[in-house]
């Protein structure tokens, strides 16, 4: 009988169990580890570029297995990332329910405790003094240019998180509880009944002449002075998403700036928003509990 060692195959290699990754949440969530901004930021990275790579082959798991081909070991890689992606939440979410403005992110609809804590991390609360200087750094001012070979104006990885933000609540629009999903379908039904009026013939000119579009459905719909129904739910969703960041920015401002001045501080309102022709505020959600300590509400993961 030959000593050298037999190949394995596919389907013995699958069913192989390494407790190391099912055990790795509990083990995580032991860790007596205390986090600053910083090393959160590193670890909201982390989580999304494992998320990438869990889904990337997951996707390819699939077209092997509807091609006949041996895909167990690519759904057996992708599980394992999975487990390494879902052992961050925890700590992230202990993280982000240290601050007061975490707990109230926690408690909206739609957020979870990777975006509630990559917010926390990457915003400086301290030199945010209104909630339009956020949406600059999110890169949500469209009147801020980015120039070829300038420095960019904005934080990337904040600006993705708020991309993530406005989808999250475009998919949990027909929730009752996701108070920021209605704010999103609201605002696209108004956006819509503009567009079909020919509200937006100026901005679909200025589009198409600053860029090159090739003959597809989008560029027809310009032609014709309408935005494309990709670019209206665009807008709806950036609207809820800074309306979401500009009560983050108040109940943030205000809990630090008490703290640190030991008297209630009101932040500054920047937030009427130009609605429906005309322009007011929006009152915060679940606000008096947060200032109350009192949050309770609905966490949704990200996945």
């Excluded at 083990?27 to 989580?47: C, G, H, P, W």
């Excluded at 240290?98 to 609809?109: F, T």
Aim: hydrophobic share 35%.
């Amino acid at each position: 009988m030959s000593n050298q060692m037999q190949p394995i195959s596919q389907d013995e290699a699958f069913v192989f169990n390494f407790p190391l990754w099912k055990n790795l949440s509990k083990d995580v969530r032991a860790m007596a580890i205390e986090f600053d901004q910083n090393s959160v930021k590193d670890l909201v990275a982390t989580y999304y570029r494992i998320q990438g790579d869990r889904i990337a082959l997951a996707a390819q798991a699939r077209e092997l297995k509807s091609d006949d081909s041996p895909y167990q070991l690519t759904q057996y890689l992708s599980d394992q990332l999975h487990h390494m992606e879902s052992s961050l939440i925890s700590p992230l979410k202990t993280f982000a329910q240290s601050y007061k403005v975490g707990k109230w992110a926690l408690s909206q609809y739609g957020i979870g405790p990777v975006i509630t804590a990559g917010l926390i991390s990457h915003i400086d609360i301290s030199k945010a003094h209104t909630a339009g200087s956020v949406w600059r750094y999110a890169g949500m001012d469209p009147t801020v240019i980015w120039e070829r070979g300038q420095k960019r104006p904005w934080n990337a990885d904040l600006k993705v998180l708020t991309w993530k933000i406005g989808q999250s609540f475009m998919k949990f629009s027909g929730r009752d509880e996701c108070f920021y999903g209605k704010l999103y379908r609201s605002d696209k039904d108004r956006r819509v009944e503009m567009n079909e009026n020919g509200a937006f013939a100026e901005r679909a000119k200025s589009i198409l002449s600053a860029k090159k579009f090739k003959d597809n459905a989008t560029r027809r719909k310009l032609e014709q002075g309408y935005l494309s129904d990709a670019q209206i739910d665009a807008q709806a969703r950036r609207f809820a998403a800074k309306i979401f960041l500009s009560h983050f920015h108040t109940v943030w401002y205000e809990d630090y700036h008490t703290q640190l001045q030991g008297t209630p501080v009101r932040a500054p309102r920047p937030y009427a928003i130009e609605h429906g022709g005309h322009s007011h505020i929006i009152e915060i959600p679940n606000y008096v509990q947060a200032v109350a300590g009192q949050t309770e509400g609905y966490i949704v993961n990200e996945e």
